[in-house]
């Protein structure tokens, strides 16, 4: 089961940090991932990190501006997301994978365990 917090509305520029708790497994079998929906969107991915935390991935808009990662001992993973824009409006899930990832934009299907979302608002 994973959990997502920290969702929220801020103004443009301003910074938001998600947290996703898992229980009922154990955590560094798994790859974690955010994904996000904007408003009338597709659902879209933006960060993944492996099972040790030493490798990560980005959407090309976040890059930069947004930071995943986790910690193993607390079974959680994060997503520091700063200098929001108003086009990263969306709502947030946290998904766990046991799968390799070479596609990430694609990866979706391969998650095969989602978080409830947390909601996150900036306005300009």
């Known amino acids: 089961q994973l959990v997502e917090s920290g969702g929220g509305s801020v103004q443009a520029e301003g910074s938001l940090r998600l947290s996703c708790t898992a229980s009922?497994?154990?955590?560094?079998?798994?790859?974690m991932a955010w994904f996000r929906r904007p408003p009338g969107q597709e659902r879209e991915f933006v960060a993944a990190?492996?099972?040790?935390?030493?490798?990560?991935h980005y959407l090309h808009s976040v890059k930069g501006r947004f930071t995943i990662s986790r910690d193993n001992a607390k079974n959680t993973v994060s997503l520091q997301m700063n200098t929001l824009k108003p086009e990263d409006t969306a709502v947030y899930y946290c998904a766990a994978t046991v799968f390799s990832i070479t596609d990430y934009e694609s990866s979706a299907p391969l998650f095969g365990i989602w978080g409830q979302g947390t909601q996150v608002t900036v306005s300009s």
């Open positions: 990190i492996n099972l040790s935390g030493s490798d990560t």
């Open positions: 009922g497994d154990t955590f560094t079998n798994y790859a």
